[in-house]
């Protein structure tokens, strides 16, 4: 069995198209590869959206916390292509996004834990499911399809 995979922000951003302040996964490990994945976003005061989400009473805003699940999941799709592809690009573009539930409010000072998993994979649709932990308990849930691209650099 091999060692988990981690990747740092700066590792992330190498997989991902996405920039401050819309990167919303600090760090990725990658425990199966394509297969499952627990991504780390640190949620703090300092995040634009706090400005204007509950003002007085900081909230994430739900949809963010499915689109670090998404973005979460299409970093462990990009890293488990990476030397299938050869001078290609992976984008991952997201088709459908179902069973979200919100559970727990996020608020600065959380670690939010994103747990992804591969439902399917076939071709270029991948299925996922993803949950948001904070202190171990499920803040926020979905599933979601993704269809895979390659382009040239």
Same mark, same amino acid.
């Given at each position: 069995?091999?060692?988990?995979?981690?990747?740092?922000?700066?590792?992330?951003?190498?997989?991902? $198209?996405?920039?401050?302040?819309?990167?919303?996964?600090?760090?990725?490990?990658?425990?199966?590869? *394509?297969?499952?994945?627990?991504?780390?976003?640190?949620?703090?005061?300092?995040?634009?959206?706090?400005?204007?989400?509950?003002?007085?009473? $900081?909230?994430? $805003?739900? /949809?963010?916390?499915?689109?670090?699940?998404?973005?979460?999941?299409?970093?462990?799709?990009?890293?488990?292509?990476?030397?299938?592809?050869?001078?290609?690009?992976?984008?991952?573009?997201?088709?459908?996004?179902?069973?979200?539930?919100?559970?727990?409010? /996020?608020? $600065?000072?959380?670690?939010?834990?994103?747990?992804?998993?591969?439902?399917?994979?076939?071709?270029?649709?991948?299925?996922?499911? *993803?949950?948001?932990?904070?202190? *171990?308990?499920? /803040?926020?849930?979905?599933?979601?399809?993704?269809?895979?691209?390659?382009?040239?650099?």
């Amino acid at each position: 069995m091999s060692e988990n995979k981690v990747y740092t922000v700066t590792q992330i951003m190498d997989l991902l $198209p996405h920039r401050y302040p819309f990167l919303l996964v600090d760090r990725l490990e990658i425990v199966e590869d *394509g297969e499952k994945a627990v991504g780390t976003k640190n949620v703090t005061m300092n995040e634009e959206f706090f400005q204007g989400h509950f003002p007085g009473n $900081p909230i994430m $805003p739900g /949809v963010l916390q499915v689109e670090a699940m998404a973005q979460a999941a299409g970093a462990t799709v990009i890293a488990a292509n990476q030397d299938k592809v050869g001078d290609k690009k992976i984008n991952v573009y997201f088709m459908t996004i179902d069973a979200v539930k919100f559970r727990k409010p /996020v608020t $600065p000072g959380d670690q939010l834990k994103i747990h992804i998993e591969k439902i399917s994979g076939r071709g270029r649709l991948w299925k996922f499911k *993803g949950e948001c932990k904070v202190d *171990g308990a499920v /803040v926020s849930q979905a599933e979601f399809t993704a269809m895979i691209s390659e382009e040239d650099k």
